[in-house]
């Protein structure tokens, strides 16, 4: 089991930057894949970016890549989204969560945090 807590969001400008975090417990944190995905009203929820258990494999979506980092520390049970250059799509409820395995796909992830709203405005 893996309670997962997200923050960091809130209110920025185009062009802007925000840092999410998102702090698991459990012994086992680091065995994990982690992913975030973001949900706007009335769309579906998407994969974002996804980080392997041990921090070196990443992968990014193509509409994020180059502006978001995910990175993980698991001595602090955390793993994290620097987000660069927002745009105003990218506002949405970000919610991380952990994945069974290496996996881009929603259902593949088991445990999830409750979200946190970024919104970014023109």
């Known amino acids: 089991q893996v309670q997962l807590l997200e923050s960091g969001g809130g209110l920025v400008q185009a062009g802007g930057s925000l840092r999410l975090s998102c702090a698991g417990s459990g012994r086992t944190f680091s065995s994990y894949p982690m992913g975030w995905f973001r949900q706007s009203p009335g769309k579906e929820r998407e994969f974002v970016a996804r980080i392997g258990g041990s921090g070196f494999s990443t992968d990014y979506a193509d509409s994020v890549k180059g502006r978001f980092t995910i990175s993980r520390d698991n001595a602090k049970n955390t793993v994290y989204l620097q987000m660069n250059s927002l745009k105003p799509e990218d506002t949405a409820v970000y919610y991380c969560?952990?994945?069974?395995?290496?996996?881009?796909?929603?259902?593949?992830?088991?445990?999830w945090g409750q979200g946190t709203q970024v919104t970014v405005s023109s």
């Open positions: 969560a952990a994945g069974a395995k290496w996996s881009w796909l929603v259902n593949d992830y088991a445990y």
